[in-house]
């Protein structure tokens, strides 16, 4: 059997109790992982807090990071990372593939990051009390981090927290999802063993949420936590560590607006692949598809037939698109959802039915907003088509959400767009292509419940930093 032990200070920590990890897709075993109890993550932090006390120069972390990202375009272990993060997260090999090819871009920005934090001159004497003083600021690390992720992109949004740390100069300690650790406890192994991270700056602590994420919320010597995840769990950890900085990326139910001048070809076959690239379970998966009436009967077709094209299958199989989703639980609650919305008036337009234990992806058509596929977060292969008669309109149902990381507009012209990202009240609007559409380096984030913050290298950089003012008298 493959025993994943925790890492802390270097060392690999076998626990008492541990999980066996199963793949989503057909339940083989993958591993025996350990679950680290409050006393494993205090370990980790008290090697964390030696590691602040000799700080590792600029230009090592920035080498570090270079290496990373090298190591990761390299074809064995970017293939090796693909293949794992297809067996445990049954994300479909292409769509892997893709999420390590960004990884590496992640481990590229923090590089940049690093090498370009500046401070600023404070103009001191612009006050009579500061005449005759020299004013600056630099930037220092905010402490201890702790880093808590989910589990659908295991490999580069653990590279979102890990990459900045150490940009940051952090020591951090990961706590990654219980469902897919593994690819996590490669990236870790990476960063230690091949490009020269010394021990006490980065550990790995498996484990769940509720003992081991806990554990590392109530820590007084974390200064500061990094989720991604569901709103439910990362609100609650903002309100029991009210001491710390918290840092939130959580969830979405993103809205895309077709106009009539829009390209609804284009349109049509982007939202198909966008709202079910792994399975939707992607924090800015299409799912609320607003379409205007006077195309909505072309659109619809179009976007119906670029589903029911989508292959659905084994996430190892080179040609699949779609395959299960995280577990039994996860696809039993998305059924049901479809159904709810089918009981109160909404139409299946495809999809809807569990084949060889995937649900399949889905079109509903007629649906309303007080519905939970519309209301909440699907997080499955579920797109819920509205039309709507007016720009105004389809801005008013876009805007109608708790949740508010991205939207996305098709049109073609420019007022139209210039309105759109003007009234939709998302932490990014998307013209001319899915909300689904991200790049690493941009400010990524949201409002309401979507969370608090802008993660991106550079953008996390600042947040894992903080400012200390120099003055010379
Ligand atoms: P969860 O919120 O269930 O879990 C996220 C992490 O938090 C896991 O590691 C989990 O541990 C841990 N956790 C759970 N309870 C606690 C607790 N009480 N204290 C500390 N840690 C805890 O999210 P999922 O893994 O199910 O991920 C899906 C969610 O993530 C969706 O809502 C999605 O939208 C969001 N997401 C947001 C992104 C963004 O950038 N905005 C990107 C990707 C996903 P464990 O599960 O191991 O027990």
Redesign the pocket.
């Known amino acids: 059997m493959n025993l994943q032990t925790a890492r802390i200070d270097g060392e690999d920590v076998a626990t008492d109790a541990s999980t066996t990890l199963r793949a989503p897709y057909d339940g083989r075993e993958l591993a025996e992982v350990a679950a680290c109890t409050a006393e494993h993550v205090d370990r980790a932090v008290q090697a964390s807090l030696a590691a602040l006390r000799d700080p590792l120069p600029t230009w090592r972390r920035a080498e570090i990071l270079d290496r990373a990202a090298e190591r990761l375009a390299e074809s064995d272990l970017a293939e090796e990372c693909a293949r794992t993060i297809a067996l445990e997260a049954a994300k479909p090999i292409n769509t892997a593939r893709t999420e390590v090819t960004r990884c590496v871009s992640t481990f590229r920005f923090a590089a940049a990051a690093c090498r370009t934090l500046t401070g600023e001159v404070l103009p001191l004497d612009a006050s009579a009390a500061g005449e005759g003083r020299l004013g600056l600021t630099i930037r220092v690390p905010v402490g201890v981090i702790g880093a808590?992720?989910?589990?659908?992109?295991p490999l580069n949004?653990v590279a979102?927290k890990l990459a900045p740390a150490i940009a940051a100069g952090c020591p951090v300690v990961l706590?990654?999802?219980?469902?897919?650790?593994l690819t996590g406890l490669r990236l870790a192994r990476l960063l230690l063993d091949e490009c020269g991270l010394p021990p006490a700056w980065l550990h790995v602590v498996?484990?769940?949420?509720?003992e081991?994420?806990?554990a590392?919320?109530d820590h007084d010597d974390v200064a500061m936590?990094t989720?991604?995840?569901?709103?439910?769990?990362?609100w609650?950890?903002r309100g029991?560590a009210p001491r710390k900085h918290v840092s939130?990326?959580?969830?979405?139910n993103a809205p895309v607006i077709i106009q009539p001048d829009g390209d609804v070809e284009a349109a049509a076959k982007k939202i198909a692949a966008a709202g079910n690239s792994h399975a939707g379970?992607?924090?800015?998966s299409v799912q609320r598809v607003l379409v205007h009436e006077d195309v909505e009967e072309a659109f619809t077709r179009q976007l119906v037939a670029a589903v029911e094209a989508l292959v659905v299958g084994d996430p190892l199989e080179e040609d699949t698109q779609v395959s299960a989703l995280?577990d039994a639980g996860a696809r039993d609650r998305v059924s049901d959802w479809v159904r709810e919305a089918t009981d109160g008036g909404a139409s299946v337009a495809t999809g809807g039915d569990v084949r060889d234990g995937i649900l399949s992806p889905t079109v509903l058509t007629d649906v309303r907003g007080d519905m939970r596929v519309c209301r909440e977060?699907v997080?499955g292969p579920v797109l819920a088509v509205q039309s709507y008669a007016s720009l105004e309109e389809a801005f008013e149902l876009a805007n109608d959400t708790r949740y508010g990381?991205h939207a996305g507009i098709y049109t073609s012209d420019l007022e139209t767009a210039r309105r759109a990202v003007q009234h939709l009240s998302f932490g990014g609007v998307i013209v001319n292509d899915v909300p689904t559409w991200r790049a690493d380096q941009m400010p990524?984030?949201?409002e309401r419940d979507?969370?608090n913050t802008r993660?991106g290298p550079f953008h996390s950089v600042l947040e894992m930093t903080t400012i200390r003012s120099a003055v010379f008298s």
């Open positions: 808590i992720t989910p589990f659908n992109f949004l979102h706590k990654p999802a219980q469902q897919t650790p498996p484990g769940s949420g509720s081991t994420g806990a590392l919320v936590i989720f991604t995840g569901s709103p439910e769990v990362g609650g950890i029991a939130l990326e959580l969830g979405n379970q992607s924090c800015i995280i977060e997080f990381l990524y984030g949201g979507s969370g993660e």
